[in-house]
């Protein structure tokens, strides 16, 4: 994963069970553990570049909330829990009345965006902004969904963070 751009760890676990001559990836670890192997690699062997990637990536995740404000962003994913790598995109939550609304406020800013397949049957779409130095993920709920717990695959809460929290995290750090 760190050294791939993987960011799906069951695409990454996939691709290890084959490496490692297995029909599936059911005997490997479970996400939690696949999460704090990846932190303990970055410390090892990435310990100068990443934090820096990750400081950076935080900082333009801190700049899309600003002008995405009006949709009640949330940073979520490897960006906020700080295993973001070279390869990483920004994850962010929006909440609207209506997809249209992001697309109508991007198109409006001369933003360009494409659409991603949404992973999540809640999520109206997916919008990516394709930046030189990163991807941004917007991804789309109805309002009434802004205070539903989002869950991982393997059943963790999904952490998310607003922009008053995450300016903290970037004074601290």
Do not use: C, W
């Amino acid at each position: 994963m760190a050294q791939d751009g993987i960011t799906d760890m069951g695409l990454a676990k996939k691709k290890a069970a084959r490496q490692l001559g297995q029909a599936d990836s059911a005997l490997l670890p479970d996400n939690a553990e696949v999460e704090a192997e990846l932190r303990l690699y970055q410390a090892l062997y990435q310990g100068d570049a990443q934090p820096a990637r990750l400081r950076f990536l935080r900082e333009e995740a801190a700049r899309a909330m600003r002008l995405l404000a009006d949709f009640t962003p949330y940073l979520t994913g490897s960006v906020l829990d700080g295993t973001a790598g070279a390869h990483s995109a920004i994850d962010l939550l929006l909440f609207a009345d209506s997809a249209k609304d992001v697309e109508i406020f991007l198109l409006d800013h001369n933003i360009v965006f494409d659409h991603a397949e949404p992973r999540n049957d809640k999520a109206e779409a997916v919008l990516r902004l394709t930046r030189p130095d990163t991807d941004i993920h917007l991804i789309v709920f109805p309002h009434h969904l802004e205070r539903h717990h989002f869950r991982h695959r393997d059943g963790r809460a999904r952490e998310r963070l607003r922009l008053d929290g995450l300016e903290q995290l970037l004074e601290s750090a």
